[in-house]
């Protein structure tokens, strides 16, 4: 008792205090003092104790945060601003932490193609990717075992899987819209939402199986926005705060685990062989040297192809029709390309007609190439690691980030860059040195790391879904505008929201449609 009255005295005292006008100005000058000598020490730290060898460093204010505001507003500008003052190696300070950008083609190929021994990736995205995922997968073990599972994964997207896919797709879509879009007059469209909710639903059908697309009204689709709420950029940088959010992706990282794993048993238990999914392909895989590759290992690389595929793919198809509601001589193209190679809009469309609808393969290369949603690719640097052409070496700690959007609009590679035509890739005659290397996960083109346009990225990491997505876009964008006609509103082209771990339209996308007669 004594202590309260002690302590409750003691607070009354403060606040006495602080309240008496002599003092309050003492402690505000305090306060002013204490921050100014803290941004001058920072300045003096920047300047004292440089590393002669480093690449230049964007200088900063706030210690800690470093460029951190300036970069989420807009990394691409924040990227070309300092290459004119650095060149294309510059180091950035972030929470802490040191990213070093390395931009340009020779930028792309130095970060694509680093050796094992001098770059991790599963150091730079372990703390955001394990959690969600799960242990086992991905970048939560050996490079090598990752690179054997890229190739179980492309065993399950074969054609056959694709030719397959490709109805299904088609049928979601229609019934997606067929029950949502209804007005005859036509009217607004929420684009982003349709999106998002239709790639989840032809991905459950098509890759995950039907079992997990039955469960997609119920449960699953709350999983997947608890799993996703998980996955922020603010997560790389606090994985150990205590966040509400971390607790509800973790529930839904294990009751998504689960729902797999009973699909596996129940497929097991019926001795049922004759699924075309993914997860079928998943569930009989061993790596090369014998160790089993686990039903838990399939239920958690599955998680990882669900989240890695969704939001890459659902912002693309928004972008994509924007795109061709902005430009409405491109889309009458598109539907004149369909008349022409499948002979009416009524034609079925299949995955093998679809091949030679060029056009609509340029639409979606082009919209990769002005929206690419991830605009940053990072590994961890392992030991110092020499820029090769320059004196520059790039301390251990650091991580190098490479940054395809930068050739992607750049006049040197792309007339015109910021311009939406996908008819210029008709005379685009993409390099191809007919040498290839394999990193355990089949062929693929070796000096494709010089390529100016990367949004699958190169090298080892390559992505593995890029045939499934065009499959699936190429589908999805083909259905809806056999359906619709669509303009944009008068709120025009939406910009881009930088600060999610995928670069999407800021929100909300609405968009004009008029359904066909
Ligand atoms: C990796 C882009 C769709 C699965 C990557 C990387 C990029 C990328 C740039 C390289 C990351 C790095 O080097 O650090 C895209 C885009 C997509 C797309 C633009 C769609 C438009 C998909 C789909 C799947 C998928 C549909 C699976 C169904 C993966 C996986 C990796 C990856 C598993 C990790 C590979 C590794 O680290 O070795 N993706 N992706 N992606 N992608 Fe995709």
């Not at 802490?96 to 970060?111: D, P």
């Not at 490479?402 to 210029?424: C, G, L, M």
């Amino acid at each position: 008792m004594a202590i309260i009255v002690q302590l409750a005295q003691g607070a009354q005292a403060l606040v006495g205090h602080l309240t008496n006008p002599a003092n309050l100005t003492q402690i505000l000058s305090t306060v002013v003092i204490g921050i100014a000598i803290i941004l001058i020490l920072t300045q003096i730290a920047q300047r004292v104790n440089v590393d002669k060898n480093a690449p230049p460093e964007v200088p900063y204010w706030i210690p800690y945060l470093g460029s951190a505001i300036a970069f989420s507003v807009n990394p691409i500008k924040f990227y070309s601003d300092n290459r004119k003052k650095y060149g294309d190696v510059f180091t950035y300070t972030m929470v802490g932490r040191k990213f070093t950008v390395c931009l340009g083609v020779e930028g792309n190929n130095f970060v694509f193609n680093a050796k094992l021994a001098d770059v991790s990736a599963e150091e730079s995205y372990t703390p955001l990717t394990t959690p969600v995922f799960g242990k086992g997968v991905v970048y939560d073990c050996p490079n090598h075992m990752l690179m054997e599972q890229k190739k179980f994964v492309k065993w399950g997207m074969s054609n056959d899987a694709f030719r397959a896919y490709v109805p299904d797709i088609v049928e979601e879509t229609k019934t997606y819209f067929e029950r949502r879009w209804i007005n005859k007059e036509g009217g607004r469209g929420d684009l982003f939402t349709a999106m998002g909710e239709l790639i989840i639903n032809t991905a459950s059908r098509t890759l995950m199986g039907p079992e997990i697309r039955a469960l997609m009204h119920e449960s699953v689709a709350q999983l997947y926005h608890d799993l996703d709420d998980g996955f922020q950029p603010i997560n790389m940088f606090f994985q150990w705060l205590p966040l509400p959010s971390y607790f509800r992706r973790d529930k839904a990282h294990n009751e998504m685990r689960n729902i797999f794993m009973k699909v596996i048993e129940e497929r097991r238990a019926n001795n049922i062989t004759d699924k075309t999914d993914m997860l079928q392909s998943l569930m009989n895989q061993t790596y090369k040297d014998g160790t089993p590759f686990t039903d838990t290992d399939a239920c958690h690389l599955m998680i990882a192809l669900l989240m890695a595929g969704q939001h890459t793919s659902s912002t693309t198809a928004t972008w994509a029709l924007l795109f061709l509601a902005e430009n409405p001589q491109v889309l009458q193209d598109l539907l004149d390309e369909q008349k022409e190679v499948l002979g009416s809009l009524d034609a079925p469309l299949t995955f093998d007609s679809m091949k030679n609808l060029t056009l609509l393969d340029n639409v979606i290369r082009e919209t990769l190439r002005l929206r690419p949603p991830i605009i940053m690719i990072l590994r961890k640097v392992l030991r110092p690691l020499a820029y090769t052409g320059t004196d520059y070496v790039i301390p251990k700690g650091n991580y190098v980030a490479a940054s395809p959007i930068a050739t992607q609009v750049d006049e040197k590679y792309f007339k015109n860059a910021f311009k939406f035509d996908p008819h210029r890739w008709e005379s685009i005659v993409e390099e191809d040195t007919g040498e290839t290397v394999d990193f355990g996960f089949g062929k693929i083109a070796g000096g494709g790391a010089r390529n100016p346009s990367l949004p699958f990225g190169a090298g080892r990491h390559r992505c593995i879904g890029e045939a499934f997505a065009y499959v699936q876009l190429k589908t999805i964008v083909s259905t809806f505008i056999r359906m619709y006609d669509i303009s944009l509103t008068e709120k025009g082209m939406p910009g881009s929201d930088f600060t999610k771990m995928f670069v999407q339209p800021l929100l909300p996308v609405e968009i004009n449609y008029k359904p066909r007669k």
